[in-house]
């Protein structure tokens, strides 16, 4: 296959396709539902385990600068606070140095599917010397239905999930500018990915971990479209 590198869109404004790189011992398993795995955001941080192509030390966390601030109870500062506190996540202070204010805004630990929006071998290699398999899944609507149907049954747990092609930019940002979702955004050293994410969530208080869990892939269009 010589390569899709262009997101193609549906009539939702939904990727069309999208691509799964693995290694080829865990393909078939994939492509029958037999198994699936989910990480983290958390789990993405850890360079020395993923290495850096894969791992990112910022993942889910989105610096935010020039804030013109007194101190953290000045009226400016609360402002960009609050907006950094939606939805109950985190914030934290980096740093403060004279009158600027440093954010750190880290998102809380979340699962994450991550797959590619277009096919190009260069990803895998990228990626890790042993992704030799690439999944092609064409209906990506059904596939995430399923990975969530899944995936709740797997946590004992109702659930929901949120699914996004990554944005790639510069992840410190003015306090003035909107704030991106950290969960769907990443450095733009990263963009060769082409990374559509799908986050998984329950109202389980257990802790967030990796998860390898069985899904229904009849509905999911999925063939093996490259190997190494």
Same mark, same amino acid.
């Given at each position: 296959m010589a390569g899709e590198t262009e997101?193609?869109?549906?009539?939702?404004?939904?990727?069309?396709?999208i691509y799964k790189?693995?290694?080829?011992?865990?393909?078939?398993?994939?492509?029958? #539902?037999?198994?699936v795995r989910v990480g983290t955001l958390n789990e993405f941080r850890r360079t020395e385990l993923h290495g850096l192509n894969k791992g990112d030390s910022m993942e889910g966390i989105v610096e935010v600068k020039?804030?013109?601030?007194?101190?953290?109870?000045?009226?400016?500062?609360?402002?960009?606070?609050?907006?950094?506190?939606?939805?109950?996540?985190?914030f934290r202070i980096g740093s403060i140095t004279g009158f600027d204010t440093a954010v750190s805004?880290?998102?809380?630990?979340?699962?994450?599917?991550c797959a590619?929006?277009?096919?190009?071998?260069?990803?895998?290699?990228?990626?890790?010397?042993?992704?030799?398999?690439?999944?092609?899944?064409?209906?990506?609507? #059904?596939?995430?239905?399923?990975?969530?149907? #899944?995936?709740?049954?797997?946590?004992?747990?109702?659930?929901?999930c949120w699914s996004a092609a990554v944005r790639y930019?510069?992840?410190?940002?003015?306090?003035?500018?909107?704030?991106?979702?950290?969960?769907?955004c990443k #450095?733009?050293?990263?963009?060769?990915?082409?990374?559509?994410?799908i986050a998984l969530a329950t109202k389980s208080a257990s802790e967030v971990k990796p998860m390898i869990f069985p899904f229904d892939a009849g509905g999911c269009d999925m063939s093996v479209c490259w190997e190494r």
């Open positions: 997101m193609i869109l549906d009539k939702n404004g939904m990727p069309a396709v790189f693995m290694p080829g011992r865990f393909a078939e398993a994939f492509l029958h #539902g037999q198994s020039g804030v013109d601030s007194k101190g953290t109870d000045d009226p400016e500062f609360a402002g960009v606070r609050h907006r950094l506190n939606r939805d109950g996540n985190r805004f880290e998102e809380a630990n979340i699962n994450i599917f590619s929006t277009a096919f190009d071998a260069k990803i895998a290699a990228d990626l890790d010397p042993g992704y030799d398999r690439c999944i092609r899944i064409g209906n990506v609507q #059904g596939f995430i239905a399923a990975l969530l149907e #899944g995936f709740c049954r797997a946590s004992l747990c109702p659930g929901e930019l510069d992840k410190r940002v003015d306090g003035r500018d909107p704030i991106p979702d950290g969960r769907f #450095g733009s050293e990263f963009s060769l990915q082409a990374e559509f994410r």
